[in-house]
């Protein structure tokens, strides 16, 4: 079987994997192989059939497991977002800038297809209403640990800073796609840690209110 997510979850984010889901054979597999059925043959050929057929389970498995097309998307949508956090190191652990989104584009080369099933989602939800809700989900929680990442760092911002720097990320990750070069996105990265750098530091005060207000 394929190894299990790190333990360690950044919080804030409305999951949709339970921990009886997480002890079930196959489960991680089914929901890493999502990306790869989307990246060859869209969401439309996205059926329980094919994906069983390409990993190599039972079409039985799939719907006992997962109920419904809409939630196993949900769920592999989850898994994508909360490994490229991860291993982008888009949570900041120290207040060193140079530190942050230090892995995203070794993320990109390693995992091009989870990355480019979340733009995917995307647009498929603009389609497929009942996905939207999801998308949002995923979108809010990289905008909240963005934010988190900008209070480690000591950067002064409020929630549209913190939507900005998400986009220019999120530019990043479909240009890399467009044009395979690691090397363009790390000089962008770098080129984005000087704006940041060039910011207000926050008053230790007002990350005391933030803490306070979102819980973290």
Known sequence: MKAKPRANRSKGFDGSIEEDERRRPGFWTLLREVPHVVGKVGFRGLTYRRLASDAGVTYGLISYYFGSRDSLIEKAAYLAS????????????????????????????????????????????RRSPSLQPSVKRMYDRYVAVVSSSLDELGVAHDEALAR??????????????????????DESVVALRRVLAALPKQKKSDRSKRAVTTGE
């Open 82 to 125: 909360e490994e490229a956090i991860e291993r982008s190191r888009l949570v900041a652990t120290s207040s060193e800038i140079d530190d942050f989104a230090a892995g995203l584009s070794k993320l990109l080369a390693e995992e091009p297809d989870a990355q480019a099933f979340q733009y995917e989602l995307a647009c498929e939800a």
């Open 164 to 185: 900005v720097v998400f986009a220019a990320l999120d530019g990043l990750v479909l240009q890399q796609l467009v044009y395979g070069d690691g090397k363009l996105t």
